[in-house]
């Protein structure tokens, strides 16, 4: 054998060994795989109860969730129709949240009760106390149903089912309290619903599409009907029953139809009932669909009678992607909650060349009279806040200018001119005054908490600063509109007011407290002489990250934009250690001022979560970690934040390294960047147009802007009139340019409008012919964000190999 034919072989035999060993790869990372020790246990540390205050303020309910469903829960079959998703076996959306456990604690006494009688191994959600505070009402999910069920807290807080009937949870919530704590208004499953219909065994013809002429400029929906047999099945299964459900499990019906609100009026006598209606839209979610919106009256014997057809509300589809654009004809239908039986509602004033400018109407019953106009502004209305005859708080506002202004309004008196409290910047965080505090009035409405002299209300305000949050109350006096502080949380805890007792001569606060080592718990603090007394004792769970060390970090970009950032280092790091190898962790955000971009977010006191998303696993692992540098991206003026994207989001993470280098606790070459959704797309455009990186983790991200090309994030401008813009911001046009190793994970049914799962294959498929350094991993069965413990374990599997093997230990 010659040498070359030697050579031959021997190149042959190294590349079946290499090819053999990249299979072994594929296959062992083809199953689910688990992380190191640490990292499980953060994982599957318990979660944190959720605490609810009850309307009347004497009783928390204490939510205990699990840490994470297993995966076949999360693989339970799910239908997307008209941008909804739908449990077909059980008629439930897809829905997140849910707990294992309810207990109540009594505020006075901390007397505890575990609400019993609940079904083993089902999934608790819609929880929701009855307007007195003395019942809760929740949902239990089955397989094959969704049931209701109700306990009370003076009798042994026993749950038992409240009715017979399925319920349709395909739209939200199935299930509402009536004002009177005595019934709830409940969507049903029809009683004679048959059989799903079946798709046609060979198409009648194509589904087709048609515009006349008409700008319809949409964002880029995802699971939106296709095709008549999907309509069909949208009404089979979006259809509900509603009803009136008492708590001797009677059931009265009151409406049928695809019902997207219901909401009883505050006296309890009538309920306000939108419906979705035909015809449907191939370009729209429900939610856009046409609505009719009718008054129906909630009294025996008349019980689902029509007393007023309020709207009859066309299709969206004409809507601009100006973020101030309003939906032509009436919005936002409301009861004013300080009334008995008044509808509110908000609807655009027409024909203005700026397309602002609203109006607050209402209604009050027996609306057989006129409408009344309460208020006009000259923004675009966003919220209002009810508390009297004289006297309700009103915002107005403009996305794009960030302007919000706040109003004094007399809805007994609308021509009386109303008074201006605040006009400020939406983005001015160290500004923010807050907002009212609410209270559950006479008629189980929320309505604003005045003081017992009646001439004050209280603000509420998470109390930005450039120390981080600090919350506050806030007595605001309503003639003189001045306010002053009652309290403010201080150092070195986190604590944030859930409700105050003013009505003795020692008013009381009601708060949850953390700290960095200390899990969440409600405490009851006296104002007066500041006193705290706890109310649950919710023990610190074991937490493998307790003793990291947590520091808020200043520093500034080349152009003098103040940033910041939390510096977290692995327990038992001491200052004049080697350096470590450092994983970024961050999300652009658009601003239209370098002083707003500059302000301090978040809080350096709060409690470092035993976390399975973002960076905090890695401590386990011996990385620092640079969770949330600010990347702000500053448009003043004219000037469009993205005009100027690239360059200050290199200058932000130029800012971000050079701080951490200069600190001692990483070296250039060892630092890696990470994003999800949006801060995937950071991270792809870094690792394209800088060096900074050693190597890169996007999740579920966007990076062809092409894909979305009638905006994106905060970008209102479509593609045709900022083409240079998306094709500057599109890392898959410099997928050339991308020479660090990087990790895309997405999840295989993500339903976030423009992170379409064909965005990560695509960009990956450009790296692989590219030459590029790069693995796809797709999650089967999750969405935007991860839930199955099993998908999980296996991201944080693959973010620790792959940062191992080219951060910690690569070149």
Known sequence: MTP?????EA????????GAACTAVLAESSRYQLPPQPVIDMVDAPAIPQTVLAPSNDWLMMLERPSLPPLSEVAQPMLGLAGVRVNPRNNDGNRASAATAIRLVRIADRAEKLVAGIPAGVRIGDLQWSPDGKRIAFTVARETQVELMVAEVTNGAQARRLTDRALNGMLGRPFVWANDSASLLVNLVPAQ???PPRAPAVPQGPNAQENLGRKNALRTFQDLLKSPHEEALFDHYATSELAQVKLDGTVKPV??????AVQPSPNGEFVLVTFVKRPYSYALPAARFPSRTE????REPDAGRVVKVLAETAAAEEDEIDPDQA????????????QPATVTWMQAVEGRRNNLGDQLIAYAAPFDGEPQVLARVDLRLSAVYWGRDDFAWLVEGQQRTRRTVAWRIFPADPARSPVKLFDRSSEDRYGDPGTPLMETNRFGARTINFTPDGGALYLIGRGASAEGERPFIDRFDIESREAKRLYRSEPPFFEQPMALFDATAQPKLLLQRESVTEAPNVFLRDLTSGAMQPVTRYATPKNPIANATKELIRYKRKDGVELSATLYLPPGYRKGDEPLPL?????????????AAGQVSGSPYRYVRPAFSGPLPFLTQGYAVLDNPTMPIVGEGRTEPNDTYLPQLIASAEAAVDEVVRRGVTERGRIAVGGHSYGAFMVANLLAHTKLFAAGIAESGAYNRTLTPFGFQSEDRHYWKAREVYGAMSPFNFADQIKAPLLLIHGENDSNPGTFPMQSERLYQAL??????ARLVMLPHEDHGYRARESVLHRLWESVRWLDKYVKNGK
């Open 4 to 8: 070359l034919s030697r050579l031959r």
């Open 11 to 18: 190149c042959a035999a190294l590349a079946w060994m290499a």
């Open 193 to 195: 619903r048959g059989s």
């Open 255 to 260: 409406a049928t139809g695809i019902i997207r």
């Open 295 to 298: 008054v129906r009256d909630a």
């Open 327 to 338: 939906r032509k004809g009436p919005r936002n239908f409301a009861w004013r909650a300080d």
């Open 583 to 595: 994983l970024m962790w961050a999300y652009p955000r658009e601003f239209r001022s370098a002083e």
């Open 768 to 773: 692989r012919g590219l030459g590029g350094t």
